[in-house]
């Protein structure tokens, strides 16, 4: 069992920076790949960005890719998104997620947290 907390959300100008946490809870969640997912308003959920369990390993959406940065601390149990040069597109509820293995298709994890809201203003 895994239990993820996400934190860091908030209102920001467009251009400007927030680092998301995904904090979790249980012995394995060093063997867990882990990933970001966001949904807008009326929208589906949206894949963003995964990291492999060791970290070794990332993938990125097309839409983040070089502004976006996942990273992990399995020492502290958690999980990074470091999103710089926002954009008003970007507002959405973050989610992190876990899986065994990275992918993109949300139907693939197992655990999820409840979600951070980030707002990015223009």
């Known amino acids: 069992q895994v239990r993820l907390v996400e934190s860091g959300g908030g209102l920001v100008q467009a251009g400007g920076s927030l680092r998301l946490s995904c904090a979790a809870s249980g012995r394995t969640f060093d063997t867990y790949a882990v990933a970001w997912f966001r949904q807008a308003p009326e929208k589906e959920r949206d894949f963003v960005t995964a990291i492999s369990w060791s970290g070794s390993s990332t993938h990125s959406a097309d839409s983040v890719k070089g502004r976006f940065t996942i990273s992990r601390d399995n020492a502290k149990n958690t999980v990074y998104l470091q999103m710089n040069s926002l954009k008003p597109e970007d507002t959405a509820v973050y989610y992190c997620?876990?899986?065994?293995?990275?992918?993109?298709?949300?139907?693939?994890?197992?655990?999820w947290g409840q979600g951070t809201q980030v707002t990015v203003s223009s």
């Open positions: 997620a876990a899986a065994p293995r990275e992918h993109w298709s949300p139907d693939e994890y197992d655990y």
